[in-house]
């Protein structure tokens, strides 16, 4: 089975910080992806990468960035976190740049901005 | 813009019910997933459907995908407290160069089976 990980559960951090969330997937997916759940929004996708070293805006990027420097890890970075960014975040991996592949999750990391 | 429409937002009914969650778009998406989720946990897919028209059977789940690859839904019949859950739909739409860039997923729907 696929095993998606994400460093931390839960995760306490102040307005200000930098906050790095660590995912690694260990099934050699070409595909990675970082969401953030909340509720009465759904799941918003941030950032995808389909490549090492390559990234792509998802549809809410802002004050977020990403880095890929392997294949199995992909680490969402809030450059200076802010309260409106506590939030639940998901990552997750596919296999091969073709659509109709499922979504591999994480089990999420819980992010409290004070 | 929500381009994926799910209804109910919330549903509590009693064990041994039916019912029905729909998925709707003014899209057209080349595949449509439902997942589900539990609390603490990341969602977990259930089915991919993918031809208009399609319909698939999980047990006692039901997924319908629409003639025009625009809407789905799922029924679930003679529901188990075991079915509790978010219940996610997730379309896939081809953007430029198309390829796996993410889904468009749906706000959920909440199911609260009652003993």
């Known amino acids: 089975d696929v095993k998606v990980t994400q460093s931390s559960r839960y995760l306490v951090k102040r307005t200000g910080e930098k906050v790095f969330l660590e995912c690694v997937q260990d099934?050699?997916?070409?595909?990675m992806f970082w969401y953030r759940q909340d509720p009465g929004l759904g799941l918003r996708l941030i950032y995808f990468?389909?490549?090492?070293?390559?990234?792509e805006k998802g549809d809410i990027p802002e004050g977020y960035s990403v880095s890929r420097e392997k294949k199995e890890r992909f680490s969402l970075i809030l450059e200076s976190a802010s309260t409106n960014q506590t939030s639940m975040y998901l990552c997750?991996?596919?296999?091969?740049?073709?659509?109709?592949?499922?979504?591999?999750f994480g089990d999420g990391t819980r992010l409290s901005i004070l | 813009t929500q381009l994926l429409e799910q209804s109910p937002q919330f549903l509590s009914i009693q064990e041994g019910e039916n019912l029905t969650v729909y998925c709707n778009s003014s899209s057209v998406f080349s595949s449509l997933q439902w997942y589900r989720q539990e609390p603490g946990e990341g969602p977990v897919l259930l089915v991919t459907v993918v031809t208009g028209g399609e319909v698939k059977k999980l047990k006692r789940l039901t997924f319908q995908f629409g003639d025009a690859r625009k809407d789905s839904s799922l029924h679930i019949t003679a529901a188990q407290t075991g079915d509790t859950g978010l219940y996610l739909c997730?379309?896939?739409?081809?953007?430029?160069?198309?390829?796996?860039?993410?889904?468009?997923f749906g706000k959920g729907t909440h199911l609260i089976i009652q003993p």
């Open positions: 990468s389909y490549d090492v070293k390559m990234k």
């Open positions: 997750a991996s596919t296999p091969l740049r073709q659509g109709h592949q499922p979504q591999h």
């Open positions: 997730a379309g896939d739409l081809l953007r430029d160069g198309g390829g796996a860039d993410g889904l468009t």
């Open positions: 099934m050699d997916h070409e595909n």
